[in-house]
Structure formats: structure tokens, C-alpha cells
């Protein structure tokens, strides 16, 4: 499984910190030095997410005084469908890949496409590194061949156009509550809620097709669902 590239993680986390109001319009970020060491990574990482906030419109960057916030509700960001943040705001979403087998679609799991079988994803999601959620997603089985999880990104959406050649342009999210899955107890072993947040999700394509089933489980002390 592959991550962002490190410039792309600082920009997306701070998108996703103004768009939450962790950072609020017209603020000034730290001094570019102090905030990359803070951050740390390279001073030339640290501009180069600067300037892809710039280029979004997120940030204006002014010579002799520093960088400001700029909050840009039309931005398209990579995560702008991914709707957990922590309870407190924000949060870089990162995911470790547990398991992606083909399977032939269970009773309980909608029929995504014309083939009768899917390839299911199971990740354990964080938010700057904190755990905070179970998720077990179906892709028809007509999308692909094979999925050799070494090629699949942190960001499955992306994974898709990059590789797959579709793009999911529009998601209906229905949330809930239920009992954390079984598989992802050991991940969550120190709680012991009785409910989890619970989002069903059916994601379409350009072609307005559904592409994707998934439920997710989440923390509900941790995080939080969100949408803007």
C-alpha cells in the first residue's frame, strides 16, 4: 500500500483543518522555517504544500509578511468525500490495508455491477495517527481484473481514477449506529463500546453507476462524521 507524497499529506491536513475552522480565515501560518520543523519535514516539502494550497486558493501567500489562510468552500481536495474527523477538528486520514480478496457478493452486500463477485477492502483508518476507524469496502467486480494490494493508495478514490480509469463524482451516505465488526475488535482491543458510529455508503461513478459499497465502524468518542 502506498502513501501520499509527503507534500500532498501537509496539504491536505491543513484543507482539511480550515475547512473544519481549526485554522479560520485570515490567519497567519508560523514562520515557514519554525512551522517545517514543527511539522517535520524540509523547509522545500513544506513550500511545495504551501504552494499547492496556493494554486487551490486556500492560502495567499504575501512576500515580506508571511502566508494566510484562505478558506475556499469550492476547493476539491483529495479527501473532500471523506467525512470522519477527529473530535476536536481536522485530522489527516491515513489507512493500513489489512486484507483485499475477491469474494463472490454475500446476501447482506448490494449488487454493485454485473459481476457476482467483488473485491473487498479491509483498512483500519486514522486521523494523525489515531486509530478511529474499521472499514470494509466492495468494488464491483467488473472494474478490474485483479488488485494487487501493493498498488492501492491511502486514498482508494484515488487509486481508482489512476488506475482503474473511473472516478467516484457522487456518494449517499446513511448513518447509524451498530456493534463494531467482529474482524476489527483486535485493532480495537482497549474499547469497548456497546455502539459504534456506523456509515453505510454507496458510491457512483461519472456514469452516475454504482462503483462501490462500504460500511465503515468508527469511534465515537474519537471522531466524528461531518458533512459540508
Same mark, same amino acid.
Given at each position: 500500500? =502506498?502513501?501520499?507524497?509527503?507534500?500532498?499529506?501537509?496539504?491536505?491536513?491543513?484543507?482539511?483543518?480550515?475547512? +473544519?475552522?481549526? *485554522?479560520?480565515? #485570515?490567519?497567519?501560518?508560523?514562520?515557514?522555517?519554525?512551522?517545517?520543523?514543527?511539522?517535520?519535514?524540509?523547509?522545500?516539502?513544506?513550500?511545495?504544500?504551501?504552494?499547492?494550497?496556493?494554486?487551490?486558493?486556500?492560502?495567499?501567500?504575501?512576500?515580506?509578511?508571511?502566508?494566510?489562510? *484562505?478558506?475556499?468552500?469550492?476547493? &476539491?481536495?483529495?479527501?473532500?468525500?471523506?467525512?470522519?474527523?477527529l473530535a476536536s477538528g481536522g485530522g489527516l486520514p491515513t489507512a493500513e490495508l489489512i486484507a483485499v480478496d475477491r469474494l463472490m457478493l454475500s446476501p447482506d452486500i448490494p449488487r454493485?455491477?454485473?459481476?457476482? %463477485?467483488?473485491?473487498?477492502?479491509?483498512?483500519?483508518?486514522?486521523?494523525?495517527?489515531?486509530?478511529?476507524?474499521?472499514?470494509?469496502?466492495?468494488? /464491483?467486480?467488473?472494474?478490474?481484473?485483479?488488485?494487487?494490494?501493493?498498488?492501492? &493508495?491511502?486514498?482508494? %478514490?484515488?487509486? %481508482?481514477?489512476?488506475?482503474?480509469?473511473?472516478?467516484? =463524482?457522487?456518494?449517499?451516505?446513511?448513518?447509524? =449506529?451498530?456493534?463494531?465488526? /467482529?474482524? +476489527?475488535?483486535?485493532?480495537?482491543?482497549?474499547?469497548? %463500546?456497546?455502539?459504534? #458510529?456506523?456509515?453505510?455508503?454507496?458510491?457512483?461513478?461519472?456514469?452516475?453507476?454504482?462503483?462501490?459499497?462500504?460500511? =465503515?465502524?468508527?469511534?465515537?468518542?474519537?471522531?466524528?462524521?461531518?458533512?459540508?
Amino acid at each position: 500500500m =502506498t502513501a501520499l507524497p509527503r507534500h500532498l499529506q501537509i496539504s491536505e491536513m491543513l484543507v482539511r483543518e480550515i475547512k +473544519a475552522g481549526v *485554522r479560520l480565515e #485570515g490567519d497567519r501560518l508560523p514562520p515557514e522555517r519554525d512551522f517545517a520543523k514543527e511539522l517535520g519535514v524540509s523547509v522545500g516539502t513544506l513550500r511545495k504544500a504551501l504552494q499547492d494550497l496556493a494554486v487551490k486558493g486556500m492560502l495567499e501567500r504575501v512576500q515580506g509578511s508571511g502566508n494566510y489562510v *484562505r478558506n475556499n468552500p469550492a476547493v &476539491s481536495n483529495i479527501y473532500a468525500l471523506f467525512r470522519l474527523e477527529l473530535a476536536s477538528g481536522g485530522g489527516l486520514p491515513t489507512a493500513e490495508l489489512i486484507a483485499v480478496d475477491r469474494l463472490m457478493l454475500s446476501p447482506d452486500i448490494p449488487r454493485i455491477d454485473e459481476a457476482p %463477485y467483488a473485491f473487498r477492502f479491509r483498512r483500519i483508518r486514522s486521523l494523525d495517527g489515531i486509530q478511529i476507524a474499521a472499514e470494509e469496502i466492495w468494488l /464491483g467486480g467488473a472494474r478490474a481484473q485483479q488488485v494487487n494490494a501493493s498498488e492501492v &493508495s491511502d486514498s482508494l %478514490y484515488q487509486f %481508482y481514477a489512476n488506475r482503474l480509469g473511473f472516478r467516484i =463524482t457522487r456518494v449517499e451516505d446513511r448513518v447509524t =449506529t451498530a456493534p463494531l465488526t /467482529g474482524w +476489527a475488535l483486535p485493532y480495537f482491543a482497549d474499547l469497548s %463500546y456497546p455502539s459504534w #458510529g456506523y456509515i453505510e455508503r454507496f458510491s457512483r461513478d461519472e456514469n452516475d453507476t454504482l462503483a462501490e459499497f462500504s460500511r =465503515t465502524w468508527f469511534d465515537p468518542q474519537r471522531a466524528r462524521f461531518v458533512a459540508r
